[in-house]
């Protein structure tokens, strides 16, 4: 029982360019979470989802997008990398919208 | 917008302290709070979860008290231990949002 696990866990990209994050959890929950992590900024959530086929925006969505295709995989995209994009992103499930959240191990972004 | 804060940012305390967190929010229509732990480079740990109807809950050392008509939580580590050093976060849940104060660094000194 793996939880709740992220990849990559480090990434670098270069202004403009596009990159997908792939968020899987094996304890099947119903909602799934994107964070981002900014010194000073707390977590804030960046989209969720409460079901298999189904998306919404959080707190800070611009610049993103996201799909939950199969109930185990979140997936963050980012079209056109900025370097305010910069920041550690966390994937979190939970069965439902009132229960704990369990996190991944998050991923470092580095937009230069 | 749903405000959380948490004070101090960062405590130092020697072993074997007892100590209070303390979590405050500005809307108190929430479904539940949460605290968790966050260790350096990695993802967060749920420690307690109380739910709006809750006063406190327990779970070995640690307690967790609500007053939602304040707007405050504290989370009370009882006996502290240097493996307690780590960032302490509370969450509020509106909803289908969760929202975070910046955390508490606690570093516990042999």
């Known amino acids: 029982n793996a939880g709740v696990t992220q990849t990559p866990k480090f990434r670098v990209l270069k202004t403009g360019q596009s990159m997908t994050l792939l968020c899987a959890q094996d304890?099947?929950?119903?909602?799934m979470y994107w964070y981002r992590q900014d010194p000073g900024m707390g977590l804030r959530l960046i989209h969720y989802s409460v079901g298999e086929g189904t998306t919404a925006k959080g707190e800070v969505p611009d610049g993103y997008n996201v799909s939950r295709l199969k109930k185990q995989n979140f997936l963050l995209g980012l079209e056109s990398a900025a370097p305010s994009q910069t920041s550690v992103y966390f994937c979190a499930s939970g069965r439902s919208g009132g229960d704990t959240q369990y996190f991944g191990p998050g991923t470092r972004l580095t937009v230069l | 917008k749903q405000e959380v804060t948490q004070i101090p940012a960062a405590l130092s305390v020697p072993e074997g302290e007892n100590l209070v967190l303390n979590c405050s929010f500005t809307?108190?229509?929430?479904?539940?709070l949460q605290w968790f732990r966050q260790d350096p480079g990695k993802g967060l740990t749920s420690l307690l979860l109380i739910q709006s109807s809750q006063r406190e809950q327990t779970s070995g050392r640690l307690n967790a008290s609500l007053d939602k008509s304040s707007g405050r939580s504290t989370l009370y580590i009882a006996a502290s231990q240097p493996g307690d050093s780590a960032t302490y976060l509370c969450a509020v849940d509106t909803g289908n949002q969760f929202y975070f104060g910046t955390g508490t660094s606690l570093t516990v000194i042999p």
């Open positions: 304890m099947n929950h119903e909602y």
């Open positions: 809307d108190s229509a929430i479904y539940n």
